[in-house]
């Protein structure tokens, strides 16, 4: 499980069709993931990508070969994202590795509670924004958790996305993966004719830190296992805002 707030975010860039000793290699590295004892790591198609050899790839086309890109996302502390990075450097092809540092604002304990800083808010969309111009902070928040979780009879990424709409927000995303474990380190993964089981999902949403954090509090109420990760980016452009200072 994570042990601080302070985390290292690892991501990993591969083709679905890459393989080591007979096995996917997303397969590989999510598993030796879960034996390494991380929180947890999810399995999210692109869309489209190309890498080494130039060789654009593209889900629509690909899909049924197992050839689309995928993205694996992994965060624990720092000391155990380093030990995963030596488990699995070996066997990437043609596959990029990157870990950023984040900050954990929530995390569900092995034993479901609710953990992280802050909590007991009861009023977070009042508060005043300043002009949504690029230059200036800004953070990404990333909310993990299964596609079977629901939140007032609804499914838990479409009632996020609906929160942060009427939180009054710039945008938020939901992404679906298709292999992943969480806090009860059970592996899920989607399967042949659309048949799934509790597969990974994410929303994404890029803020002022003031919004940011009124997010993280909002989020204490609806999620019942999962993570929640705010880290620091810069934004370049914004809608037709144009490319930002120094971009």
Not at 27 to 39: D, F, M, P, Q
Not at 54 to 72: F, G, L, M, T, W
Not at 90 to 97: F, K, N, R, Y
Not at 101 to 123: F, L, M
Request: negative net charge.
């Amino acid at each position: 499980m994570i042990t601080a707030s302070e985390a290292l975010w690892l991501r990993a860039y591969i083709g679905g069709d890459e393989r080591s000793h007979g096995a996917p290699v997303y397969r590989t590295i999510v598993e030796t993931a879960r034996r390494l004892g991380l929180a947890g790591a999810s399995v999210f198609p692109a869309a489209m990508s190309y890498g080494a050899h130039r060789r654009v790839r593209d889900i629509e086309n690909e899909y049924a070969s197992y050839a689309v890109p995928v993205i694996i996302d992994a965060i624990d502390s720092p000391e155990r994202i380093e030990d995963l990075l030596a488990a699995v450097k070996g066997i990437l092809g043609e596959g990029l590795l990157t870990a950023s540092p984040a900050r954990v604002a929530r995390w569900t304990t092995a034993d479901g509670a609710w953990d992280g800083p802050g909590g007991g808010v009861t009023e977070v969309f009042d508060a005043e924004e300043p002009a949504m111009t690029s230059d200036g902070p800004w953070r990404r928040v990333t909310v993990y958790f299964g596609s079977a979780d629901v939140w007032e009879g609804r499914g838990l990424g479409t009632a996020i996305v609906e929160k942060c709409r009427a939180m009054g927000l710039a945008g938020a995303t939901l992404s679906r993966g298709v292999m992943g474990f969480g806090h009860r380190s059970v592996i899920h993964r989607a399967h042949f004719l659309g048949l799934s089981d509790d597969l990974p999902e994410k929303v994404e949403v890029v803020e002022r830190p003031q919004a940011c954090e009124r997010l993280v509090q909002a989020l204490e109420g609806m999620i019942g296992g999962g993570l929640v990760v705010v880290e620091e980016v810069r934004v370049v452009s914004r809608g037709h805002e144009g490319p930002a200072a120094g971009g």
